[in-house]
């Protein structure tokens, strides 16, 4: 890597107030958040109710197709329920990245299901999809993919390969509500698409999560895993045979949680296009910047959801000690998963992985900040480290 420019002497840089910073994350609850919980908390319905049924109606109206939309208590109820519904179990083999949060990993334990991991692509680190044309073969039973940050995968490649196999493409979209590929939403393109609403995401019910399914066919098995195994509506009905022949979980969303889902929905436009503009703002202060690379920042064929900002740098700890020293907070959010001794351990077929393990970083980028935060962050980062 090249050498970086000499600092700028401290007296040159703006200074914070005392007492201010800029946090990496902050959580964002519409006004009219607060108002819609009040009303579910005096209402006779706080668990599920017609307001999961109101969202789930309402999302998949802006992001699914003609898929159905099923709301969960959490991404990862979402991403099992997924496994689950997709056929996957004991003994089967599936293709996974390595560079994700756990959640996409960790449902394969409850599965038995065994996983290899395919590597990052280094400009953006999603999936490889030449490492998945490497790993797929016949005992492959499915293929996950992880929108990192916002910005969509290959999904054309993907697909293909998935056709070639005949298995699907399950997308972990936990940070790509709002992003789209050639022209195409990010939830009706495969057959599962998992979206995550946790404390800090672009949006938020506390926790929670949407799956979203394209085969109407499979929904009421979906409902019915969903909650116990029960079949809720002809109970509800007074019609059920009081039968549970498959196993069940506790997965449903509670109307206090779609209450601030669908506020957030509301206002998702807004929400969406700020922190897109906060990228941008990055893009353009961070241009040129010696010792530093922004991700995703050249893609013209799909749209950025921008839930994060990372860039790769050089001498990381040097970048967040500069960096802490201006109360500007950072970090690595994500780790790759084979670190970890659940998940098997160290990998040695990961080379890209292993280039950038040292140097990815991510800056702060959320609805608490405007382009002015983000100048002085830039700022920052152009006078050194």
């Known amino acids: 890597m090249t050498p970086l420019h000499k600092e700028k002497p401290m007296n040159e840089l703006p200074v914070m107030q005392e007492g201010e910073g800029i946090m990496l994350f902050y959580p964002h609850v519409p006004k009219k958040a607060i108002e819609a919980v009040t009303e579910v908390l005096q209402s006779r319905w706080i668990g599920q109710g017609p307001r999961v049924a109101q969202f789930e109606k309402e999302f998949e109206e802006r992001f699914a197709g003609k898929g159905k939309a099923l709301a969960v208590g959490s991404g990862t109820d979402a991403l099992h329920l997924a496994y689950i519904l997709a056929g996957l179990k004991e003994g089967d083999e599936v293709i996974t990245p390595v560079f994700t949060c756990t959640a996409t990993t960790i449902p394969f334990l409850y599965m038995g299901v065994k996983f290899r991991f395919a590597d990052v692509d280094p400009k953006t680190l999603n999936i490889s999809t030449s490492h998945v044309r490497e790993l797929v073969n016949e005992k492959t039973k499915a293929i996950v993919c992880v929108h990192y940050g916002g910005l969509p995968c290959d999904m054309d490649e993907l697909l293909a390969i998935a056709t070639e196999y005949n298995i699907p493409v399950i997308e972990d979209a936990a940070h790509a509500v709002g992003a789209t590929y ?84 509301h206002e998702f436009d807004q929400t969406l296009a700020h922190r897109q503009k906060l990228f941008q703002a990055y893009k353009r202060g961070l241009a040129g910047a010696e010792g530093i690379t922004l991700m995703g920042a050249d893609s013209t064929d799909r749209t950025h959801a921008a839930w994060l900002c990372t860039a790769l740098v050089e001498r ?59 100048e002085y962050v830039c700022q920052v980062i152009r006078s050194g480290w």
């Open 182 to 265: 050639k022209g195409k939403k990010i939830g009706e393109i495969s057959p599962f698409t998992m979206f995550s609403f946790q404390a800090i995401k672009a949006m938020t019910t506390g926790d929670g999560g949407m799956l979203v399914l394209q085969d109407h066919a499979i929904v009421p098995t979906a409902e019915r895993i969903r909650w116990f195994g029960i079949d809720r509506s002809n109970k509800q009905k007074g019609t059920w045979e009081n039968d549970i022949w498959e196993v069940g979980y506790k997965y449903q969303m509670t109307d206090i949680g779609a209450a601030m889902g669908l506020a957030a929905l």
């Open 316 to 374: 990381r700890q040097e970048f967040m000690t500069r960096l802490r020293d201006r109360k500007i907070e950072s970090g690595q959010v994500h780790y790759r998963n084979d670190r970890y001794t659940v998940l098997g351990g160290r990998r040695d077929d990961l080379p890209n992985m292993d280039a950038i393990e040292e140097n990815y970083i991510v800056l702060p980028l959320h609805m608490h900040m405007n382009e002015n935060d983000v």
